[in-house]
């Protein structure tokens, strides 16, 4: 009797560990309002931005924000068919440069170098899908870790 509780005991600590492990099987997608305050807010403490320049970083987050989703949309709704990915490489790449030459007309010279070391960490720290980006990452130098 006791073998049989400590097998039922192993076996579901063993099913539970491997559902944790899996991670939530969609994760919701932020709105575009959501992700475009978000934004905001970093480009806030990171540009010491002022009360008018912020209202207007916001609206131009906002704007590539609901672009962005129905983009994302479209890709899902096309997702079997075959998808020229340098297209839509460049696509992405184009809007991403029109929101910061809007951005940067609105931003002080001392702000402009502020919002390209922004971009720079961002783009470095970049979206990472969920699994990636812990033990075992490669740094900067591109070599792996060693284990010890």
């Excluded at 940067?104 to 010279?109: G, H, V």
């Excluded at 960490?121 to 980006?133: A, F, I, K, S």
């Amino acid at each position: 009797m006791k073998n049989l509780k400590s097998i039922v005991v192993v076996t579901l600590l063993l099913i539970g560990t491997a559902t944790m492990a899996q991670g939530p099987a969609h994760r919701q997608m932020r709105s575009a309002t959501e992700r475009a305050k978000m934004e905001s807010e970093q480009m806030v403490k990171a540009l010491d931005l002022k009360a008018g320049q912020t209202a207007q970083i916001q609206a131009i987050n906002l704007k590539y924000a609901q672009k962005d989703s129905v983009s994302m949309a479209e890709r899902r709704k096309n997702q079997s068919e075959n998808v020229d990915r340098e297209a839509m490489r460049k696509a992405m790449q184009a809007e991403r440069d029109a929101k910061a030459t809007e951005i940067k007309a609105l931003l002080t010279d001392g702000q402009k170098a502020k919002y390209d070391e922004f971009l720079k960490e961002n783009q470095r720290r970049g979206p990472r899908p969920e699994g990636q980006g812990g033990p075992g990452q490669r740094p900067e130098g591109g070599q792996p870790q060693e284990n010890m």
